[in-house]
């Protein structure tokens, strides 16, 4: 039986130890051990509150590596951290649970979980990030995995060996050819570092090691609605970006949506590209936390908050992350690492400064460290204060900078070695980790029934649970 089973609903919990006093500091619930969850566990892990932090995972992944894993380079260890060791240090005052959070009700400032008791909060952070968003198009989901999960990374994985396997039983040309053509969907920073590792892994696993299937049978194809590749970026950026892909043997169709998308193929523009494997790295939508409010959200579903990251009517309630919409200067602040972890510093300064008894005067304010991809090995595009450059020299910028700020939840000077060790390593073995451990079907609904929990039906708040 876990604490909160035996106490009344409401009561903070303890911090688990068996001889734990009932707490009588605040009781702070952050759900989400993402970048913006965990900067905010952390900070808080020295204040005298009590933290809860609520994840449907054990671990934080490292999604700007998840490529990575897709492309055989690295394990799923070497990109997911367990939360718990990450808040080790932190143990006194933090708890850590690996549950499905539901719902919340504000007015009895509960928080709902799968299968736990409501736990109550005195303040709440919700970190709970985004999901990729088939637009109008659910029913592709099935048909072409994203790149938001580890069970999203793994599947592409399998998928991209699955294929090689498959290609080199087939001795119809026609079929085969359709086995080794993968079209990546998107092509902003998530899709041109998928296609262009794609396309150095594919050379290197298909020189050599089959006998039917060679490097010259794969086709890759990347689409973008927009009309150039990496669209944040400034457009000389792009076209090296582009110069680049081409040079791996990537083919750029851009200016075009894909229209229609069945099992043995995608309707591009006029053409029809005959394909297995379709990637979807077209765009993400946020959680359903602002349902879970019933506050006001933007299109991509993200809550509206206020200047100190709060929600409207709500002080005591904290969104931040991919699912926050934080307006800067007129605009959204982008969904990436950074701006969840700069927010959740500064939710948990606000917060330490109440439990202080102290009034946080200064509104959140962004500050943008710069933008960043790798497009193949070694070569990576950069765009950062008056720097912006192409090529082994944004490489070396995105080991150092992109690492060292994103990682500020381990030692940092380890995490580079290891990644660099790691990452280099994989270079090395030419083929990386390429394991298959599920048939493609299996892997593919392994991959579905972990989506059905990211529904918002799977969110609706059961006041009956109370
Ligand atoms: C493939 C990929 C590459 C990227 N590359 C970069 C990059 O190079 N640089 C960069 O800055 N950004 C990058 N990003 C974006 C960056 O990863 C996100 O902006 C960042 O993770 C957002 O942090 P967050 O804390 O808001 O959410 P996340 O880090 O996504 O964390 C959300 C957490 O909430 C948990 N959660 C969600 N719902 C529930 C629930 N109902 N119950 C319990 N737990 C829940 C999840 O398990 C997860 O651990 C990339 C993203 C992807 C997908």
Redesign the pocket.
């Known amino acids: 039986m876990t604490d909160t089973d035996s106490k009344p609903t409401g009561t903070p919990p303890t911090n688990g130890h068996k001889d734990s006093k009932p707490a009588t500091v605040p009781h702070v619930v952050i759900?989400?051990?993402?970048?913006?969850?965990?900067?905010a566990a952390k900070k808080l892990g020295k204040q005298p509150v009590q933290v809860t932090l609520?994840?449907?995972?054990n671990?934080?992944?490292?999604?700007?590596?998840?490529?990575q894993v897709s492309t055989s380079g690295l394990a799923p260890a070497d990109i997911a951290a367990p939360?718990r060791d990450t808040l080790h240090k932190h143990k006194k005052n933090t708890r850590v649970l690996m549950?499905?959070?539901?719902g919340v009700d504000t007015q009895q400032q509960l928080v709902f979980?799968q299968n736990q008791q409501p736990i109550h909060y005195e303040y709440l952070i919700l970190?709970?990030?985004?999901?990729t968003n088939y637009l109008s198009h659910p029913e592709w989901e099935s048909r072409s995995p994203?790149?938001?999960?580890l069970a999203?990374?793994l599947e592409v994985q399998q998928t991209i060996l699955g294929a090689f396997e498959a290609a080199e039983k087939e001795p119809d040309e026609k079929k085969r050819k359709r086995l080794l053509t993968f079209v990546f969907i998107g092509a902003g920073?998530?899709g041109v570092?998928?296609a262009a590792a794609s396309a150095v892994h594919i050379r290197h696993i298909l020189s050599g090691n089959f006998q039917r299937i060679g490097p010259g049978d794969a086709r890759l194809v990347i689409v973008q609605g927009p009309p150039r590749v990496l669209p944040t970026f400034r457009p000389e950026l792009t076209k090296k970006v582009e110069k680049k892909l081409k040079e791996l043997g990537v083919e750029i169709i851009t200016g075009v949506h894909v229209t229609e998308m069945d099992e043995r193929g995608v309707t591009v523009g006029d053409e029809y590209i005959e394909t297995e494997n379709v990637f979807w790295?077209a765009g993400?939508k946020a959680?359903?936390?602002g349902q879970w409010l019933g506050a006001e959200v933007d299109r991509g579903g993200r809550v509206k908050v206020q200047s100190d990251l709060t929600v409207p009517g709500h002080p005591n309630i904290f969104v931040?992350?991919?699912?926050?919409c934080v307006m800067q200067d007129g605009k959204p602040l982008?969904?990436?690492?950074?701006?969840?972890?700069q927010?959740?510093h500064y939710a948990a300064s606000v917060i330490a400064d109440r439990v202080a008894g102290k009034q946080h005067q200064e509104p959140f304010k962004y500050f943008d460290k710069g933008?960043?991809?790798v497009v193949g090995g070694t070569y990576a595009v950069v765009e950062s204060g008056p720097i912006h450059t192409a090529g082994f020299f944004g490489f070396i910028m995105w080991v150092f900078l992109?690492i060292y700020y994103?990682i500020g939840y381990r030692n940092r000077l380890q995490v580079l070695l290891s990644y660099f060790f790691a990452y280099f390593s994989a270079f090395r073995r030419k083929g990386g980790t390429r394991i298959i451990m599920l048939g493609r079907k299996q892997a593919i609904t392994y991959q579905q029934q972990a989506r059905t929990?990211?529904k918002p039906e799977?969110?609706t708040l059961d006041k009956t649970a109370t």
């Open positions: 759900v989400g051990g993402g970048f913006g969850g965990l900067t609520i994840d449907r995972s671990y934080h992944l490292f999604q700007p590596m998840l490529y939360i549950e499905e959070v539901t979980m970190a709970t990030g985004a999901s994203g790149m938001k999960t999203d990374g920073p998530t570092e998928l790295l993400v959680s359903p936390a931040i992350g991919d699912t926050a982008p969904g990436v690492a950074q701006p969840a972890m927010g959740g933008s960043m991809a992109h994103l929990l990211d799977a969110h």
